[in-house]
């Protein structure tokens, strides 16, 4: 004997269905097994009800239904539930760890970016990429440590886009210029998806922590390059990259939170960056002149 025959549904249909009885006895009318329900409706991005639902819906304790999320893709706006074995929907591919990493924080990047960061689940993450929720947590452990990697990622990419601009310059205030400018550009690029994840204590602590690494190794090689270029004392060297670095800092905040647009910020900070440099450089190298003077009268 033949199993049932096969039976088309879309997401919607898919939906109101196991939330109008018992999964298996949803499952028995279609022919699979409960376990294989659920795990369609995991792969389409359909909730279904959990464990002891209808015992506390006879108990007129019914909880809230979850609303049916968007289809990420058009593909899975509709499946055929059959008895027989069918291949993997999935378009499987082999990437390397690290590729794999990527792959999936661009993902969740692109959902964060069209929806929110509430609709990037791992589970939405997974069949967007067309990998296993379980191997999405493989790679990540929690859904908050793939948002501490986006955030990270991204930071980084400012930070080379930096170097990639800055190493076209050969001049130190041509550089100076070169890293401010593509800093608040980068910001007013990626300022919005950074926004959005700052808003989560997690990553704005993991964020903090590899942004005080960098920046310490940053902070100093630029002081030491003052130092070797201009002779200025160290101590001057890192309270001057300090204090200018904080100030483009304010100005991405403000360009982030699109509290003012970027040209005028850009030309702010140029003005004060370039200014407060060459005062302190030009304060030092005559106070160096005029001790040699001393000296040698």
Not at 37 to 57: D, E, T
Not at 82 to 104: C, D, I
Not at 191 to 211: C, K, S, T, W
Not at 265 to 284: D, T, W
Request: hydrophobic content about 40%.
């Amino acid at each position: 004997m033949s199993g049932p025959s096969p039976v088309a549904f879309t997401r919607e249909q898919l939906y109101q269905r196991v939330w109008s009885r018992p999964l298996s006895v949803v499952a028995g009318e279609v022919g699979v097994s409960a376990n294989a329900l659920a795990k369609i409706c995991s792969r389409m991005l359909v909730p279904y009800p959990s464990r002891g639902y209808w015992a506390k819906v006879g108990g007129g304790r019914a909880p809230v239904r979850p609303p049916l999320p968007t289809a990420p893709e058009a593909n899975m706006r509709r499946v055929t539930i059959t008895s027989q074995r069918a291949a993997s929907r999935r378009t499987r591919t082999r990437l390397k760890p690290s590729e794999r990493r990527e792959q999936l924080t661009e993902v969740a990047k692109e959902i964060i970016l069209k929806q929110g960061m509430h609709a990037a689940t791992m589970k939405r993450i997974a069949a967007q990429a067309g990998v296993s929720e379980t191997q999405v947590y493989n790679y990540f452990g929690s859904q908050e440590r793939l948002f501490v990697a986006l955030a990270i990622g991204e930071t980084a990419k400012i930070r080379a886009a930096q170097i990639a601009d800055v190493s076209r310059f050969k001049g130190h205030y041509a550089q100076v210029i070169a890293s401010t400018r593509t800093y608040l550009r980068q910001i007013d690029r990626r300022g919005d998806l950074l926004q959005m994840l700052m808003r989560n204590p997690q990553v704005r602590a993991g964020l903090r922590q590899e942004n005080r690494k960098q920046g310490n190794t940053d902070r100093n090689v630029h002081a030491q390059h003052l130092v070797e270029l201009y002779g200025i004392p160290w101590e001057v060297a890192v309270g001057c990259t300090v204090i200018l670095s904080r100030l483009c800092g304010r100005a991405a905040k403000l360009i982030a939170d699109r509290r003012i647009t970027l040209q005028p910020a850009e030309r702010m900070c140029l003005a004060i960056v370039l200014r407060g440099s060459r005062g302190v450089i030009g304060a030092y190298r005559n106070a160096s002149r005029r001790s040699q003077g001393s000296h040698a009268a």
